[in-house]
Nanobody, 115 residues
Framework: QVQLVESGGGLVQAGESLRLSCAVS????????FGWYRQAPGKQRELVGS???????NYVDSVKGRFTISTDNARNTMYLQMNSLKPEDTAAYYC?????????WGQGTQVTVSS
């Protein structure tokens, strides 16, 4: 059984930073794939960035150079560091884990960026 619990969302001003956490419980098989998604009101959920167990990362063009995905294996936690936040980054953010042919989602955390 694998569970993902997200935290770290909040209200910030444009230009500020925020770090989202995704705590993972259960056994994770390798290789695995991890990703952060976001969904704004009235829009489809989109992939923000991804990380494989091999260390490969990919980001959507709109966040390149500003967002960074990382992990802390000792704490079984994955992070999304968001710098230079913009109002268009406002959305509900979700973490996703793919492992052993299964997909797991976090419950989501709201990020709101004011201008």
């Amino acid at each position: 059984q694998v569970q993902l619990v997200e935290s770290g969302g909040g209200l910030v001003q444009a230009g500020e930073s925020l770090r989202l956490s995704c705590a993972v419980s259960g056994t994770i098989a390798s290789p695995f794939g991890f990703g952060w998604y976001r969904q704004a009101p009235g829009k489809q959920r989109e992939l923000v960035g991804s990380l494989t167990s091999f260390g490969d990362t990919n980001y959507v063009d709109s966040v390149k150079g500003r967002f960074t995905i990382s992990t802390d294996n000792a704490r079984n936690t994955m992070y999304l560091q968001m710098n230079s936040l913009k109002p268009e980054d406002t959305a509900a953010y979700y973490c996703k884990l793919s492992s052993a042919g299964r997909i797991y989602w976090g419950q989501g955390t709201q990020v709101t960026v004011s201008s």
